[in-house]
């Protein structure tokens, strides 16, 4: 039997960023992978550097386990990934070089690696697996084994003698559910929990129900699943998630799909086979402003166990919302996300400075709706280009040698913009005290209309506003002089 050893490159101990925060996810793409070909007959083993702070243990089981194939195999359902930060990418460089010097056959598949093809091949690998994976990798592992060229493969780039060679687009896999449960059985779960745990925060393990995102939205890249949108039956999911609290006792999910229950009539099949189960969850999501006002979809997703719901506002101003085709108006922001509240669900608002065009009274209106929606929570970040995208086209000429964040803290602005890159730093921790500045006075204002209704929380973001009020103002004058 033919051994094949997985790994994938997201040490969260290389992005300290993410490492600080303390929310680490098992890579589920490659765990499925190794499902899928555990289930046509190969032994696979997995190399796991999600919690690791390098590759150190690599060269040993390489030893140990003896594979035949070495595959780097990335998760394409974490946003982190589709970044293609350059600390991960030297990573999967070394891990690559490792197994090929004991004479592996390597192959990759991940974001970065169908971008920058050429840099992988020229760093170890074989064969890089370009877009979707599972079926391409089996397929192209059998004709290995089989002793036949792999010619003829289509959704592979590789080295011939004197060139690179990039075959045809594989057609995307629609039937979901003729994939395998994930193997989980090969990753250490209580390892992760152990770090969730340690921050006093309940521990969520990630489950997709789909692949694909058929929004249209100028500056996101989707090398791997591309504009389509496919889903897993509500029932495969629902035993998914049972066998989660059954055998790993988690019952709390972040469903990572780009855009969760688009589907017409997906999210009441889902509540009704959870309640027809008894299964009580709580689970986050990421989704539409739009799409969460379509089909009671709200009211049915806080039956099922909505928790937390992220949606990408992205920005205040409706002049740049349409110049990155994202198609939400900022009523259908304000309503959802009102909505959710009145309903009890805790909202994210993910929030993009620095598109083109932006001025600074694009950035005052994104500042004044965080302000009066106040999200439960902030996630803010700066345009960033990837290839395969419009905005990309746009600016490519502007790149110079840095077109990759190192990690996920960089905030470089990588291409000219209305303001240099220390401004949009600025912005960003500027951004974050007034938001809590905010809350803090909402907070203070709550307790001396109810102390009866005090609680710690209320009062530690009072004393986060007291203590942000200075930062803001130096900020305040720091922007002014960066401007």
């Given at each position: 039997?033919?051994?094949?050893?997985?790994?994938?490159?997201?040490?969260?101990?290389?992005?300290?960023?993410?490492?600080?925060?303390?929310?680490?996810?098992?890579?589920?793409?490659?765990?499925?992978?190794?499902?899928?070909?555990?289930?046509?007959?190969?032994?696979?083993?997995?190399?796991?550097?999600?919690?690791?702070?390098?590759?150190?243990?690599?060269?040993?089981?390489?030893?140990?386990?003896?594979?035949?194939?070495?595959?780097?195999?990335?998760?394409?359902?974490?946003?982190?990934?589709?970044?293609?930060?350059?600390?991960?990418?030297?990573?999967?460089?070394?891990?690559?070089?490792?197994?090929?010097?004991?004479?592996?056959?390597?192959?990759?598949?991940?974001?970065?690696?169908?971008?920058?093809?050429?840099?992988?091949?020229?760093?170890?690998?074989?064969?890089?697996?370009?877009?979707?994976?599972?079926?391409?990798?089996?397929?192209?592992?059998?004709?290995?084994?089989?002793?036949?060229?792999?010619?003829?493969?289509?959704?592979?780039?590789?080295?011939?003698?004197?060139?690179?060679?990039?075959?045809?687009?594989?057609?995307?896999?629609?039937?979901?559910?003729?994939?395998?449960?994930?193997?989980?059985?090969?990753?250490?779960?209580?390892?992760?929990?152990?770090?969730?745990?340690?921050?006093?925060?309940?521990?969520?393990?990630?489950?997709?129900?789909?692949?694909?995102?058929?929004?249209?939205?100028?500056?996101?890249?989707?090398?791997?699943?591309?504009?389509?949108?496919?889903?897993?039956?509500?029932?495969?999911?629902?035993?998914?998630?049972?066998?989660?609290?059954?055998?790993?006792?988690?019952?709390?999910?972040?469903?990572?799909?780009?855009?969760?229950?688009?589907?017409?009539?997906?999210?009441?099949?889902?509540r009704d086979e959870l309640l027809r189960r008894n299964l009580k969850i709580k689970f986050k999501i990421q989704s539409r402003a739009d799409l969460l006002l379509k089909e009671q979809n709200i009211e049915s997703l806080v039956?099922?166990?909505?928790?937390?719901?992220?949606?990408?506002?992205?920005?205040?101003?409706?002049?740049?919302?349409?110049?990155?085709?994202?198609?939400?108006?900022?009523?259908?922001?304000?309503?959802?996300?009102?909505?959710?509240?009145?309903?009890?669900?805790?909202?994210?608002?993910?929030?993009?400075?620095?598109?083109?065009?932006?001025?600074?009274?694009?950035?005052?209106?994104?500042?004044?709706?965080?302000?009066?929606?106040?999200?439960?929570?902030?996630?803010?970040?700066?345009?960033?280009?990837?290839?395969?995208?419009?905005?990309?086209?746009?600016?490519?000429?502007?790149?110079?040698?840095?077109?990759?964040?190192?990690?996920?803290?960089?905030?470089?602005?990588?291409?000219?913009?209305?303001?240099?890159?220390?401004?949009?730093?600025?912005?960003?921790?500027?951004?974050?005290?007034?938001?809590?500045?905010?809350?803090?006075?909402?907070?203070?204002?709550?307790?001396?209309?109810?102390?009866?209704?005090?609680?710690?929380?209320?009062?530690?973001?009072?004393?986060?506003?007291?203590?942000?009020?200075?930062?803001?103002?130096?900020?305040?004058?720091?922007?002014?002089?960066?401007?």
């Amino acid at each position: 039997m033919q051994k094949v050893l997985f790994s994938h490159t997201y040490f969260y101990q290389y992005d300290s960023k993410q490492w600080k925060f303390a929310e680490p996810f098992p890579p589920l793409m490659t765990i499925i992978a190794a499902a899928y070909l555990r289930d046509n007959g190969y032994e696979v083993a997995l190399f796991d550097v999600g919690l690791r702070n390098s590759e150190k243990g690599l060269e040993e089981l390489l030893e140990q386990f003896q594979p035949d194939f070495f595959v780097v195999f990335d998760d394409g359902f974490n946003w982190l990934t589709k970044m293609c930060l350059t600390t991960m990418r030297e990573a999967a460089f070394r891990m690559q070089k490792m197994a090929k010097a004991k004479e592996i056959t390597v192959i990759t598949c991940s974001s970065d690696s169908t971008d920058q093809y050429e840099k992988y091949l020229e760093n170890g690998a074989d064969v890089v697996i370009k877009g979707e994976g599972e079926m391409t990798l089996l397929h192209l592992i059998n004709t290995i084994t089989d002793g036949n060229t792999i010619a003829n493969i289509e959704g592979i780039a590789y080295k011939t003698s004197d060139e690179m060679a990039i075959a045809p687009k594989r057609p995307v896999m629609v039937n979901l559910d003729q994939l395998p449960p994930p193997a989980w059985d090969l990753i250490n779960i209580d390892q992760y929990r152990a770090i969730w745990e340690s921050r006093n925060k309940a521990f969520y393990l990630n489950i997709a129900t789909t692949r694909g995102c058929p929004y249209k939205c100028n500056w996101c890249a989707k090398p791997i699943y591309g504009q389509r949108y496919n889903t897993r039956s509500p029932v495969l999911v629902v035993n998914e998630i049972e066998n989660h609290v059954q055998q790993h006792q988690v019952d709390h999910f972040w469903m990572c799909d780009d855009i969760f229950g688009l589907k017409p009539g997906w999210v009441r099949e889902f509540r009704d086979e959870l309640l027809r189960r008894n299964l009580k969850i709580k689970f986050k999501i990421q989704s539409r402003a739009d799409l969460l006002l379509k089909e009671q979809n709200i009211e049915s997703l806080v039956d099922a166990g909505l928790d937390e719901a992220w949606i990408g506002a992205e920005s205040g101003s409706q002049k740049i919302l349409d110049a990155m085709d994202k198609g939400i108006t900022i009523e259908q922001i304000q309503t959802s996300s009102t909505l959710l509240k009145q309903k009890g669900v805790k909202v994210g608002f993910f929030i993009q400075y620095g598109y083109l065009g932006e001025t600074k009274e694009d950035i005052k209106l994104t500042i004044k709706m965080i302000r009066r929606l106040i999200p439960d929570f902030l996630g803010i970040s700066v345009s960033y280009p990837l290839p395969g995208t419009k905005f990309y086209e746009k600016v490519k000429s502007d790149l110079a040698k840095k077109t990759n964040w190192i990690d996920s803290g960089d905030l470089d602005m990588m291409f000219k913009n209305t303001y240099r890159p220390d401004f949009y730093r600025a912005l960003h921790k500027y951004t974050h005290f007034v938001y809590h500045i905010e809350k803090g006075l909402r907070s203070a204002k709550h307790m001396l209309i109810s102390p009866q209704n005090t609680t710690f929380n209320k009062l530690k973001e009072v004393l986060k506003a007291v203590y942000f009020t200075p930062l803001a103002l130096f900020k305040s004058i720091q922007l002014k002089w960066l401007a």
